[in-house]
């Protein structure tokens, strides 16, 4: 069964200062793997996916992830946090690329000082 | 394309009370995923269709919940005899199944409390 481990609850962060969020996977195969982020009471914004190819991700609102097959991990990057990525960040793996549950982590929620 | 949209935002209802939530999928997406999720933790997968079928249901999905996507379009998710534990944001997600890839894309969800 696949699982997916995001190790830290809470993150505080200066306005300015890079970013990183820790994501391990557990999936026999190979992992379809996401960032999505949720804002308070909304529903979940796709920041990027890794299906294959190039292991470094880009996404939306500056974002990158790189996959680290070796590590099980799919780290979240971002060089400079801005008070709007203020949010809660969910990993998430699917079983395959052609479709099927999506596993979420618990999440890491993202505090950002001015 | 206005994305997957969901209602209602928000319900309050008594314990035992049924309730229904209904998702618009994003227009000719043919899969539909709902979620369930609880406070301070990720979603978890209930079930999803592709077009009409149900084709998989999480163990989560008790006899009390049942799902329904009659013409592939909208879906509905009821609950019967609402308990305390069913307070949750559930969620519906859509996606169009391709060759290679399938990225489902999240409404604002459905807050339910019960009392």
């Known amino acids: 069964a696949q699982s997916v481990t995001q190790p830290d609850i809470h993150i505080t962060v200066s306005e300015g200062a890079s970013l990183e969020l820790r994501c391990n996977y557990s999936?026999?195969?190979?992992?379809?793997l996401f960032w999505y982020v949720q804002s308070p009471g909304q529903g979940l914004q796709l920041l990027l996916k890794?299906?294959?190819?190039?292991?470094l991700v880009q996404g939306i609102k500056g974002f990158e992830a790189e996959f680290k097959r070796s590590q099980s991990s799919f780290n979240l990057r971002k060089p400079s946090v801005h008070w709007s990525d203020a949010a809660e960040y969910f990993c998430?793996?699917?079983?395959?690329?052609?479709?099927?549950?999506?596993?979420f982590g618990g999440g890491t929620r993202v505090l950002v000082k001015p | 394309d206005t994305g997957v949209s969901q209602d209602p935002r928000h319900k309050i209802t008594k314990r035992g009370q049924n309730v229904t939530f209904r998702c618009d999928p994003i227009s000719e997406h043919n899969r539909l995923y709902w979620y369930r999720q609880t406070l301070g933790q990720g979603p978890e997968f209930l079930t999803y269709f592709q077009n009409e079928a149900q084709l998989e249901k999480s163990r989560l999905l008790s006899d009390r919940f049942s799902a329904e996507r009659p013409k592939g379009s909208f879906s509905t998710l009821e609950i019967q005899r609402t308990e305390q534990g069913d307070s949750a944001m559930y969620l519906c997600?859509?996606?169009?199944?391709?060759?290679?890839?399938?990225?489902?894309?999240f409404g604002p969800g459905t807050r339910l409390t019960v009392l």
């Open positions: 890794y299906f294959s190819g190039d292991t």
């Open positions: 999936y026999g195969a190979t992992p379809y």
């Open positions: 998430a793996v699917g079983a395959s690329a052609a479709g099927n549950k999506l596993t």
């Open positions: 997600a859509s996606s169009q199944r391709e060759a290679s890839t399938d990225t489902q894309y």
